[in-house]
């Protein structure tokens, strides 16, 4: 089972329908590219590459899949939306002019949507990566319609997750956990950063991944007091932190498990840090259940870090959710708003760091129950001294 | 040698303020992705991954990275530019709100890179992905100001290659083919596609990779006839089309070499086309030289095809600009307005499709000289039956 059934993506247009049309809106836009490719997936399981995509769905009746020129035959055999129209607005960001190939506009787009009817407020989702060439060209072909920022019509779909969902989620970490693995066996002093990822790409995907759930990490020394970073050619050494963060994606779902490693011991002061990291990651396991306030669990995660005297040392934290894309909606912020519901799944990310010296990260995917948090991956939670 | 020197960064900056000057602006944003990561990293070596990133760079004076809250570290350990500012605009697209942590604003930005002047014109820098929260946020915060596309400010620099350029893309061509000759030596029926390219990846992080040039393809079947699409669980089988596109990054600089192979012979029809398009790859070869209109020789290639009877089966061609991004402009097109010019570097991509049904591509990276083309990849301009 690698992939989301019919009845599924029918359903989901369906829920998605009636938010448009409880949003008092007659249509919605979603975008996505082909790094950020959730949205459109979701909707249609069609995953651009080069040029982007766009689904335009009206309230009611069938959906059209917006794509660039040259994807028309990968759209045709891939998409569960099959109403599909090619526009220069989804061409790849080189921006190429396809002399004498037809497009359409969004007045052509949103007069096959609408037969009969007109369009007076048009919700836009994805926006945070809308690009000016749409929002231009929405602005220009569409003149008086409204244009109404609408996210929140898909991703409080997104966050509950279904059984289907979560069975690709529990493979992609199954997968995730083979390459850290692979890692752990394979990696020596000496060993650049990136030959290690080399390692975890060609475990993803020999066992069934589709992709990298993330751009992978493996970096030591320093750069583990990133937050976000990216490995390079410098080679891992020994007595350093070695920050591992690997993520396959299957079916569309991605996952991500994260823990520190080191060849032989630790200085005292970074183990310290890493084993409190430890403590802390298992302090938010036991905070995340069912019904409880969203911002409650970072206040009383962050109260016990500040307790154990480790405050400075923290960034952020301690959750944030995952699905389709490694990262995404909700957040969990002393500013968050709701409350955990069963089935929405969240990666308890526990970053440290100690200024610009060094840090570390553990991080493991969870699905909210009524009575806690069940466990997406839970393989490398120890401290590893190679 | 994986890297281009300081001394360089600093020349492009130092042209690309000559550039906006010229086009009578105060100052350009220039924006990228994790996907689309070019311009950006082109100017300052940062390359963002899960939020994106912009450089606000006056005529004069010193340019400003500007990130998000999360890659603070990551940016000052990387970024050739060492004025830095954190802007909500560049956070990660699943939109968290950092409660407590202080960001700046573009008036901010745009009063610390022209003290003392009045910014009248601001040129944006890749507007195909400039996305709608900096957009609105530039309407907001600087009003009155005018905004004026000024891609081409940047994409002419880009499109000829310097030596280190070159250096950094032949490197790049090597691995790929590195990554081919691992696939052909591995890959039987039976495999799936996905699983092919495990190989690939596993062999561009083990020879000095530091990620794919582009989304790798391998698949067989009636895919091969997408002129763009992403490789499935299909298993690979006998007597078909396998279309295999292997494309390495090196140092920001990318790369891909495509071809069509199969398991035994292929039937007579797909093996003509085939061997036809290799002919027309041979074609475009020809037809490459400093100094030539881009559109003379995309009229030529049309010509070429339609004489042999093949003009059915083209859907475009038959090059594209490569550099950092594996497309960049320039595109070659019957419309291309430009000659070519010694040290341009061009895909000659060579796509032929029947329907839905077959269809195969020949793709290597060439430099363009005064006498001709150089040939950056050349192993695999052959049939390959298994």
């Known amino acids: 089972m690698k992939a989301i059934p019919d009845a599924e993506y029918q359903m989901r247009m369906t829920r998605f329908q009636a938010n448009i049309k409880a949003a008092g809106l007659d249509a919605a836009l979603v975008h996505s590219n082909e790094a950020d490719f959730a949205n459109v997936r979701y909707l249609t399981e069609y995953w651009p590459t080069f040029e982007t995509a766009g689904v335009f769905v009206p309230a009611e009746g069938p959906p059209i899949l917006l794509i660039g020129p040259e994807s028309e035959n990968y759209a045709r055999g891939r998409s569960k939306v099959t109403n599909i129209e090619m526009m220069v607005e989804y061409r790849e960001s080189a921006d190429p002019e396809y002399p004498g190939i037809p497009v359409a ?116 020394g320093p750069a583990t007091s990133n937050a976000i970073s990216r490995p390079t050619h410098r080679p891992l050494k020994a007595h350093e932190i070695i920050q591992v963060n690997i993520g396959a994606r299957v079916g569309g779902y991605s996952s991500s498990v994260g823990l520190p490693i080191s060849f032989g011991p630790l200085p005292v002061e970074q183990k310290r840090l890493v084993e409190f990291g430890l403590e802390a990651h298992f302090k938010t396991l036991e905070l995340l259940r069912a019904g409880r306030p969203a911002a409650q669990v970072v206040l009383d995660y962050e109260r016990f870090v500040e307790e154990r005297g480790f405050s400075e040392y923290m960034l952020y934290g301690p959750c944030h959710g995952i699905g389709m894309m490694e990262v995404e909606r909700p957040w969990m912020e002393s500013s968050s708003e709701y409350e955990l519901q069963e089935n929405m799944t969240f990666q308890v990310d526990t970053f440290f760091c100690s200024g610009g010296e060094f840090g570390l990260r553990w991080e493991n995917g969870v699905r909210i129950t009524r009575d806690g948090a069940e466990k997406l991956s839970s393989r490398f939670m120890k401290l590893v001294e190679l």
């Open 105 to 220: 506009t969004f007045a052509d787009v949103a007069a096959k949507a609408l037969p009969g009817r007109t369009l007076h407020r048009l919700g836009l989702v994805g926006t945070t990566i809308l690009p000016l060439p749409v929002y231009e060209s929405l602005q220009r072909d569409l003149p008086g319609v409204e244009l109404v920022k609408a996210d929140d019509a898909l991703s409080d779909l997104r966050s509950i997750k279904s059984d289907t969902e979560i069975a690709l989620m529990r493979e992609a970490f199954r997968i995730s956990e083979i390459a850290v693995e692979a890692i752990l066996n394979e990696i020596k002093p000496g060993m650049t950063e990136l030959q290690a990822i080399g390692i975890a790409q060609r475990e993803i995907y020999a066992n069934g991944g589709e992709y990298e759930g993330h751009a992978l990490y493996c970096f030591g």
